[in-house]
């Protein structure tokens, strides 16, 4: 059942970022020749950087020199520190 609901997670965080790209182009009045190769783009984008950080993560865990806990423990601090000197540099606007 936890499997699911995490894949029901990764679906709905994927269809809201995808919903995000579509206002966008909505919004900028973009040709629908645009609209359309930017679309199979994202697209695409949406199908493979999952699977890639599925094989990754299945490397990573069947080597078993770090735990994998630990990886996304870094991942997020780097995500995080990454946003902290962005606000700090370029502001919050």
């Known amino acids: 059942m936890s ?10 965080s994927l269809s809201m970022d995808a919903f995000s790209l579509a206002l966008i ?12 190769l930017l679309s199979i783009i ?4 949406h199908f493979i950087m999952p699977l890639i950080g599925l094989i990754f993560g299945t490397i990573l865990s069947n080597i078993n020199l770090i ?13 995080g520190i990454d946003l902290i000197l962005y606000i700090i540099i370029y502001g919050c606007s």
């Open 3 to 12: 499997s699911f609901f995490t894949i029901l997670l990764i679906g709905i």
């Open 25 to 36: 182009y909505g919004i900028q009045g973009m040709s629908q020749k645009n609209k359309a």
């Open 42 to 45: 994202v697209g695409i984008y």
């Open 67 to 79: 735990s994998i806990d630990i990886v996304a423990m870094l991942i997020l601090i780097y995500i």
